[in-house]
């Protein structure tokens, strides 16, 4: 469903992403994993068109991204690692505005409010102002906010991050339901129990560069998927 071929990223001197080729599987979920500085972050905004490449291409459905961005961008569904919603607006406020901005006709988006809101138990506080949230609530309004226009492909910035072990937990469930739906889904995380929990299938960066790419199982043969992260990542 999504390939990069030999895909590079620099700004001046430094490689933030060298040569990365690799190939996501619709339908599964795909992790990246480093340390910070590792690439996963400018991978994830090549891959979400925040960032051109420098060189190398990337292809969505076997499509180029130069000449066919709209019908990309319609694909994809991003969560970003820090929170940018207005908080000066509610809940539903915020969802409504971003349904309006994917022009969604009116009753469809009240219909996908609903269903979304439903679907991540946050239908108690759609009148909140964002702001008044905890941190866990914020973290699945924003996976609500990137679902609103049924994107096919997910991309999850650090979904965790900061969370404690009981909303973490909650977060897995969500991302684990979504897969069953048949959404592609790739997600950077610095824990490597989420990716042995989450993923069918690992990339790890170091340094910008594809260190090992495979099955949590096969990486973990003989050993424990950390152990290969340290080993690969030194």
């Known amino acids: 469903m999504l390939e990069l071929l030999g895909v590079e990223k ?3 001197a430094v490689r933030a992403v060298d040569g990365l080729s690799l190939t996501i599987r619709r ?3 795909f992790g990246l994993l480093g340390k910070n500085g590792a690439g996963k972050t400018t991978t994830i905004k090549l891959l979400t068109l925040q960032l051109k490449p420098t060189a190398g ?3 969505f459905d076997g499509r180029p991204i130069p000449g066919n961005e709209i019908f990309i961008k319609s ?3 991003v969560v970003p690692q820090h929170l940018n919603f207005d ?4 809940v539903e406020e915020n969802l409504e505005l971003h349904a309006r901005l994917h022009r969604l006709p009116k009753l469809e988006r009240r219909e996908r409010i609903d269903e979304l809101l439903k679907f991540v138990e946050l239908e108690k506080v759609r009148l909140s102002f964002v702001r008044e949230l905890s941190g866990g609530m914020k973290r699945r309004l924003l996976i609500v906010r990137a679902l609103i226009h049924r994107p096919q492909i997910l991309f999850l910035d650090e979904p965790t991050v900061a969370l404690d072990p009981q909303v973490r937990r909650k977060i897995w469930e969500l991302i684990t339901d ?3 739906q048949g959404i592609t889904i790739v997600l950077t995380t610095h824990y490597i129990e989420e990716a042995e929990a989450l993923c069918d299938r690992v990339a790890i960066l170091n340094r910008g560069r594809l260190a090992a790419l495979d099955t949590t199982e096969n990486l973990c043969a003989g050993h424990s998927l ?3 992260f340290i080993a690969l990542t030194k």
């Open 10 to 12: 620099t700004f001046g």
């Open 27 to 29: 339908g599964e979920v």
């Open 57 to 59: 291409q990337i292809l």
């Open 75 to 77: 694909l994809l569904g």
């Open 87 to 90: 908080q000066d607006l509610t």
């Open 178 to 180: 979504l897969k069953t």
């Open 226 to 228: 950390e152990e290969t």
